[in-house]
């Protein structure tokens, strides 16, 4: 069936220059580019943008027994705008979707004064999760992944990362990466799975001998079951170092799965310079990394992915050097990492941290949260655009502005969501 939607707003299309690369620098704020201004229409035909061009000359052609009322006509919805503003749909490019337990309790103790290692030392954190995670069926897991994925849904998110890691041995890493193909497979989001299990060291297990069940057991067996696009290390001080991130990487690259790494979330330990070095896709986190280590990502086409919700949840200062990134050229993307101590699952919220909390602007913020992320997928139907044959995934937003997607902080400001050509959800 096709869509046909009349009246837009602000149609925030990101679809200047090569939309394989992402935005960077002015390019970032540059909305002349990027923006068509209201007036225009949309039409969608076999999952994919068809055509875009004056909402009137648009109804003309394809509808012109419309009588302004949303209706499906033989094989052709139609949908009014209202002058409501236009956005692609959002890519999260950086979760722990699937995980069972609670970690409430450790709020408390992050109150009395522990840090988040203390707390991993006292029985909690992701140890904690994992005990919880590894009883978990495979239906479990799909059932609690397909929830959590339809409630980012709601807020706009169309694309998701996926990550394994709270299994900490075979068999559960192994089920919860086909748990995420299930949810793939199964739910109207497109889910992305990652293989974590350089998460954390098993309680009670020598480093060595974990090191080296990553290596010659578990990245063979993942190699072989074919669903991890990616492998990821907790690459920081106290949990992965420097050696065994790079031990662990060149192994993957060896059986052909890239890496998106965990780097400098807590002090600046070269994590990013070595992700650049290894190639990498992304370094996530960040926030502690140096100038140099940034320059570097940026030569080397890693995407540098800041992640407020986690230093907001653990009352940590947000300070990722988000403008700075725009005013050196250097790519950046924002993602929720929704876990379970930061259960964020709503882009726009983190677009508002980012615009209210560390004064990124919001086209900027959206640029972030849709194109450059996308050019991290490897996959080509997925390019966070509005463009002509792009997938058709986009969220109709409440306000007449594209800028309206982050501000509404206790309020969801997505009123509508076409994923893959498909209506997901209904006014609100």
């Given at each position: 069936?096709?869509?046909?939607?009349?009246?837009c707003?602000?149609v925030?299309?990101?679809g200047?220059?090569?939309t394989?690369q992402?935005l960077v620098?002015?390019?970032m704020?540059?909305?002349?580019?990027?923006?068509?201004?209201a007036g225009?229409?949309i039409m969608?035909?076999?999952?994919?943008?068809?055509?875009?061009g004056?909402?009137?000359?648009l109804q003309?052609?394809f509808?012109?027994w419309?009588d302004?009322s949303?209706q499906?006509?033989?094989d052709l919805a139609v949908?009014?705008?209202?002058g409501?503003?236009?956005?692609?749909?959002?890519?999260?490019?950086?979760?722990h979707?699937l995980?069972g337990?609670?970690?409430?309790?450790?709020m408390?103790?992050r109150?009395a004064g522990?840090?988040?290692?203390?707390?991993?030392e006292?029985g909690?954190?992701?140890?904690?999760?994992?005990l919880?995670?590894r009883?978990?069926s495979?239906s479990?897991?799909?059932?609690?992944?397909?929830?959590?994925?339809?409630?980012?849904?709601?807020?706009?998110?169309?694309?998701i990362e996926?990550k394994?890691?709270?299994g900490?041995?075979t068999?559960?890493?192994?089920?919860?990466l086909?748990?995420m193909?299930?949810?793939?497979d199964s739910?109207?989001?497109?889910?992305l799975?990652?293989?974590?299990?350089?998460?954390d060291f098993?309680?009670?297990?020598?480093r060595s001998?974990?090191?080296?069940?990553l290596?010659?057991?578990?990245l063979?067996a993942?190699?072989e079951?074919?669903i991890?696009?990616?492998?990821?290390?907790?690459c920081e001080?106290?949990w992965y170092?420097?050696?065994?991130t790079?031990y662990?990487?060149?192994?993957?690259?060896?059986h052909?799965?890239?890496s998106r790494?965990?780097v400098d979330e807590?002090?600046?330990s070269?994590?990013?310079?070595l992700a650049a070095?290894?190639?990498s896709?992304?370094?996530?986190h960040?926030?502690?990394s140096?100038?140099e280590?940034?320059q570097?990502?940026?030569?080397n086409g890693?995407?540098?992915?800041f992640?407020?919700g986690?230093?907001y949840?653990?009352?940590k200062?947000?300070?990722?050097?988000?403008?700075?990134?725009?005013?050196?050229?250097w790519?950046?993307?924002?993602?929720t990492d929704?876990?379970?101590n930061c259960?964020i699952l709503?882009?726009?919220?983190?677009?508002?941290?980012?615009?209210t909390?560390m004064?990124l602007?919001?086209?900027?913020?959206?640029?972030?949260?849709t194109r450059?992320p996308?050019t991290?997928?490897?996959?080509?139907?997925?390019n966070?655009t509005?463009?002509e044959?792009g997938?058709?995934?986009?969220?109709?937003?409440w306000?007449?502005?594209?800028d309206?997607w982050?501000q509404?902080?206790?309020?969801n400001?997505?009123?509508k969501?076409?994923i893959?050509?498909s209506i997901?959800?209904?006014d609100?």
């Amino acid at each position: 069936m096709g869509v046909l939607i009349l009246n837009c707003g602000e149609v925030a299309h990101m679809g200047s220059g090569d939309t394989t690369q992402p935005l960077v620098g002015a390019e970032m704020l540059d909305r002349e580019s990027n923006i068509f201004p209201a007036g225009h229409g949309i039409m969608i035909q076999d999952s994919k943008f068809h055509i875009f061009g004056d909402s009137e000359s648009l109804q003309s052609e394809f509808a012109p027994w419309w009588d302004g009322s949303e209706q499906i006509s033989g094989d052709l919805a139609v949908v009014d705008a209202k002058g409501k503003a236009i956005i692609p749909g959002l890519v999260d490019s950086h979760t722990h979707l699937l995980w069972g337990g609670d970690r409430s309790s450790e709020m408390r103790l992050r109150q009395a004064g522990m840090t988040y290692r203390q707390i991993a030392e006292a029985g909690g954190g992701i140890a904690k999760t994992v005990l919880s995670t590894r009883s978990m069926s495979l239906s479990d897991l799909c059932r609690i992944g397909i929830t959590r994925a339809n409630q980012a849904v709601l807020t706009g998110t169309t694309v998701i990362e996926a990550k394994s890691g709270y299994g900490l041995e075979t068999e559960a890493e192994l089920r919860l990466l086909e748990a995420m193909k299930a949810i793939d497979d199964s739910s109207i989001v497109k889910l992305l799975p990652t293989w974590l299990g350089a998460h954390d060291f098993p309680y009670g297990r020598q480093r060595s001998e974990y090191l080296e069940e990553l290596v010659n057991s578990q990245l063979p067996a993942v190699a072989e079951q074919g669903i991890a696009k990616w492998v990821d290390v907790f690459c920081e001080e106290g949990w992965y170092t420097n050696d065994e991130t790079e031990y662990i990487v060149r192994a993957s690259t060896e059986h052909g799965i890239p890496s998106r790494l965990h780097v400098d979330e807590f002090e600046d330990s070269g994590g990013l310079a070595l992700a650049a070095e290894l190639g990498s896709v992304s370094g996530d986190h960040a926030a502690k990394s140096s100038v140099e280590s940034r320059q570097a990502a940026s030569d080397n086409g890693t995407m540098q992915t800041f992640l407020p919700g986690t230093p907001y949840v653990l009352g940590k200062p947000l300070d990722s050097p988000l403008n700075q990134c725009i005013e050196n050229n250097w790519a950046f993307s924002l993602a929720t990492d929704y876990n379970p101590n930061c259960r964020i699952l709503s882009m726009p919220f983190i677009g508002n941290l980012a615009t209210t909390r560390m004064g990124l602007d919001p086209f900027a913020a959206l640029v972030a949260a849709t194109r450059n992320p996308s050019t991290t997928l490897d996959d080509p139907s997925i390019n966070g655009t509005i463009v002509e044959s792009g997938r058709a995934d986009l969220n109709i937003l409440w306000s007449q502005s594209v800028d309206g997607w982050c501000q509404t902080p206790g309020e969801n400001p997505i009123v509508k969501t076409i994923i893959g050509g498909s209506i997901v959800n209904l006014d609100r």
